[in-house]
Each structure stands twice: as C-alpha cells, then as structure tokens.
C-alpha cells in the first residue's frame, strides 16, 4: 500500500465558507487518520477571477481554524510549485500528449454556440452538452484549418456511450455515461488557460495523492477526469466526495454568501473552537 497523500485545494475566486471548511476538515482527518500528509494546492488558473488577497485570505482563515498543511505554497515542498498559475509549462505538455494521442481536438465554438446548440436543458450549474461541431471524425486532426484560427479551444473526445463506474467513499458506486451525462469537454481554453480538469488530473498525479477528498459537487467531474487519466495511462487516486452544505433555505452555499463566509463568522465574534464545533456538527448529520 502506498503512504496516504491527500490534498486540499481551494480556488481563490472569494472567500472560503463553512461548506469549504467541512471538506477541508474532513480531508485532514481522514490524510491524520490513514498517518499521511496533506498537501494544500491553490487552484488559480483563471487570471480574471483569482486574486491573491483571496489566496491569502483561504490559508489565513484555514489556519486560524485549525486545519494544518504537510507541504503548500507557504511551505514548499517535494512537488513545488503548489500554486497551479505557475505550473502551465507542465499542463501545456500534458495538452500535447493528449493531441498525440488523438484525444483532444481544437473547436471553435463559442459558449453562446454551445448553449444555443445544446439540445436538452442541462443540469444547474453544469456545463451543457457540447453537440460536436467540430469534432472531428475518428483518427482526424481538425475540422478546419488551425492556422486560420489560432484561438481555439481544445476538446477531449469522449468514448460515447460508455459508462465511466468508480467507487466513491461516501457515496458509494458511482457510474456516469459518457456523451450523456456530459459531453466532450473544454482541456485548453481559447484564451491560453487550462480547464480544472486537465490541471487537476495533471497535479494530483504529479503530487503522488492517493486519495481526493472534495464536494459532491464535483462528482460527475470525476468520470471526466477517470478518462483523462486512462488516456493518459496513469493510475487515478481513490475519490472520497463530501455532501454538501446548504444555506437556511436549502441553497448550496456559494462564494457569494458573504454572510456565510469564515471571515464574516469570525469578524462577528466566532472563535475556531465554536466553528470548530460547528464543521464536526455538520460532518455527523451528513
Ligand atoms: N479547486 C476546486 C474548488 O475550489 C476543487 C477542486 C478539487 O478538489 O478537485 O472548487
């Protein structure tokens, strides 16, 4: 068996909230009770939405909280840079072995085009199904002249209809279809950033985690990310996905409760033992 790896990796787009502060606090029990380490990455690949005060701002108040990193940006460690924004050289060249591979294929579409396009309604929050405009047939390279469009996006071709299965360790047998439950999705941006997808398949394999413990939210990305490692010939970790927390009326808590936010919690007189308290709450109910 290899040493338990875990990690916890929040994007700084806002602040953190209690839903973050439960996955993280479960990530860190179960990385101290398997006696292994954790590792805190920062997942800032979008240069329009992440702002360092909101790095800063998520170790800050993870810290105060009391939930304790191995390695991390503010430590360094085996695997630096912990910081995704420095690490694209790395994903560029993991893009190309998805090309060479025959998996990944440039599109024009804009979002607009997919939405329009998209036959069905798709989940809240999730992206809609893209229709395959521009994917190319089998064992072809591009449906039109690259060079003519150097801003495009790459594309991972997914198997259609083959059913991606993995056990969770909270919920249990998972299985999504691929080409229905979601589509050929973004691995390279038109404006040169990575998708999450591609950087976090990229990182917690470079980083040796054993096991990803993160938001149910997140579950269906998992299937997404089991091809890219298959494709990539690369072990995938174990997946363990947290329920997620909801606001008085039900609402997923999002970024934007500021209200709910640790800083706002703290800022109105709560200690990290009550909130403490209050995360090993909501860990038993869920
Ligand atoms: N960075 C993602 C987020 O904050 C989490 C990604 C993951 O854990 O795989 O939502």
């Not at 460690?77 to 560029?92: C, E, H, K, L």
């Not at 199904?129 to 991972?156: H, K, M």
């Not at 999450?196 to 040796?208: C, E, F, K, S």
């Not at 269906?220 to 174990?238: F, S, V």
């Amino acid at each position: 068996m290899k040493a338990y790896r875990g990690r916890i990796a929040p994007t700084p787009t806002g602040l953190l909230h209690l839903g973050h502060a439960q996955t993280f606090w479960i990530a860190q029990h179960r990385a101290r009770q398997a006696g292994g380490k954790l590792v805190y990455r920062t997942e800032d690949l979008d240069p329009q939405r992440c702002k360092a005060e909101f790095a800063d701002a998520a170790q800050d108040d993870l810290k105060w909280l009391g939930i304790e990193w191995d390695e991390g940006p503010d430590r360094g460690g085996p695997f630096a840079p912990y910081i995704q924004s420095q690490r694209f050289d790395r994903y560029r060249s993991i893009l190309g072995q998805l090309k060479s591979a025959g998996l990944a294929y440039p599109c024009r579409c804009s979002r607009k085009d997919v939405r329009e396009a998209a036959s069905a309604p798709h989940e809240k929050g999730d992206e809609p199904l893209y229709p395959g405009t521009c994917r190319p047939p089998l064992g072809q390279a591009a449906a039109f002249d690259i060079e003519s469009a150097p801003r495009v996006n790459w594309r991972f071709r997914v198997p259609d209809g083959e059913s991606v299965a993995f056990e969770d360790g909270r919920f249990g047998s998972q299985s999504f279809l691929a080409g229905y439950d979601f589509g050929d999705f973004i691995l390279w941006r038109h404006d040169d950033v990575p998708s999450y997808q591609l950087a976090v398949v990229t990182d917690d394999h470079d980083m040796g985690i054993t096991e990803v413990v993160r938001g149910e939210d997140l579950l269906k990305c998992t299937a997404r990310q089991l091809l890219i490692y298959r494709a990539l010939g690369l072990e995938a970790p174990a997946f363990y996905h947290c329920p997620l927390v909801t606001d008085p009326d039900g609402q997923r808590l999002a970024k934007r409760h500021n209200s709910l936010s640790l800083q706002a919690m703290r800022n109105a007189g709560a200690t990290a033992k009550s909130l403490r308290a209050k995360v090993s709450e909501l860990v038993e109910s869920g």
